[in-house]
């Protein structure tokens, strides 16, 4: 039987690491880094380029294993993951706009003997017309070999690791944040008291500027005459919102109410920016929805026989 290889690029181990932690990227085999700051000093290239100006610099590749090392030096644009909004990079063939395009590493291919180090010298050009602001990458060294796998589909995998790179271009920033297409969907018992009732809250946050912000948001939930139903700060909300991008996210309310008509808004702040959006609920249970519409069905079908027997009535 023949077998299908699907190459994965994981997201790359040097994501583990929140911002500000004076560590090497690593993923345990190999790590990249800022070079001489393994052990202190930058745990990230923080760089500061006008348009037209060129930036030099050295990444180190470190090899833990027992054997020589291969990889492949490249820079990659970051991105938020769809999936929780962490810190991603491009792979290498995709179209990059930013760090991605303007660095570029003095080798694209370097050999690192066992249990040693490789530092590489690299230059960072920022165009003429480049857009102020911030511009985050990395600088990533891909292991290029396909991992085994077994199976029917074999699935291989290359491994990367990369530094990340926090580029600010001169010029006007500015600090930009939206809160949009807020969504409540309930989750209840058929009847009323047999069950817990939920709501799952969905909605996009948008970085709508051009500066990385740390983005915190507020949920509450109000019932009929203002009643507070809910308040809370929400936890699974990315500590960095780069440039530009935007998340889908939810929040799970478990205990929500079976029987009110109220508002769930959402507030999202960040450096100086505040911007909240909301949508309206009307929690029914299902038993009294379902005996209200026949209720209803009923009336309609009783006054129609009320009509028709007038109309007979009268024309007799």
Known sequence: MR???VIVLPVLAMLLYGHGTARAADN????????????????????????????????????KTAAPLTFRLYAADAYNTERDGGFAVRTRGEKQRGVGA???????RVTVPANSSVTVPY?????????????????VAL?????????P????IQQAVGARVYLRVGGPTVAALS??????????????????????????????????????????AEGLFGRDLLSRDLKKVPSELLPRQKIRLTERWSGAPQLEWGEVKLTASARDVRESAGVSFFALPWLVALLLVGAAAGAGVWVRVHRRRARVTGGA
């Open 179 to 220: 809160v949009e297409d807020v969504r409540f969907i309930h989750d209840q018992p058929l009847v009323p008291g047999t069950g817990e009732s939920s709501a799952l809250i969905s909605y996009t946050l948008y970085n709508r500027g051009n500066v990385t912000l740390n983005p915190k948001v507020a949920l509450k």
């Open 3 to 5: 077998k299908l290889y």
């Open 28 to 63: 345990g085999n190999w790590s990249v880094y800022p070079a001489a700051s393994e052990l202190g000093g930058r745990p990230y290239f923080y760089l500061s380029a006008d348009p037209g100006t060129t930036l030099t610099d050295q990444v180190t590749v470190t090899n």
């Open 143 to 151: 292991d290029e070999r396909i991992g085994a796998a077994t199976g």
């Open 123 to 139: 230059t960072l050009t920022v165009p003429d017309g480049a857009e102020p602001g911030d511009h985050p990458g990395a600088l």
């Open 153 to 156: 589909v074999a699935v291989g």
């Open 102 to 108: 303007w660095a570029r590493p003095q080798r694209e």
